[in-house]
Nanobody
């Protein structure tokens, strides 16, 4: 079982930056795709960014040019850096790890970390 623990959620002013961290309980090489998702108040969870273990990244349109997802050198942490934050970035951010089992995907989720963008 893979466990994920997020950290880094803060109160930040508009146009500021934040870095979210997600620690995996074991090496991420058992995982195929890592990602960050957000859930804004009253809305469904949606993808922010994903990265594969070989480094391919994908970003949601609202964060393109403002977000960077990366894998830590210890290979057990995934980061999300976001710049030029806007109030509509306010959400609970969840880390996800997805593993292909051969017959389907197994998803692992963290408990979420809240980021609030407000002056």
């Amino acid at each position: 079982q893979v466990q994920l623990v997020e950290s880094g959620g803060v109160l930040v002013q508009p146009r500021g930056s934040l870095i979210l961290s997600c620690a995996f309980s074991r090496s991420i090489f058992s995982i195929n795709v890592m990602g960050w998702y957000l859930q804004a108040p009253g809305k469904e969870r949606e993808m922010v960014a994903t990265v594969t273990t070989d480094g391919r990244t994908n970003y949601a349109d609202p964060v393109k040019g403002r977000a960077t997802i990366s894998i830590g050198t210890a290979k057990n942490t995934v980061y999300l850096q976001m710049n030029s934050l806007r109030p509509d970035d306010t959400a609970v951010y969840y880390c996800n790890g997805a593993k292909w089992t051969g017959t389907g995907w197994s998803d692992y989720w963290g408990q979420g970390t809240r980021a609030t963008v407000s002056s």
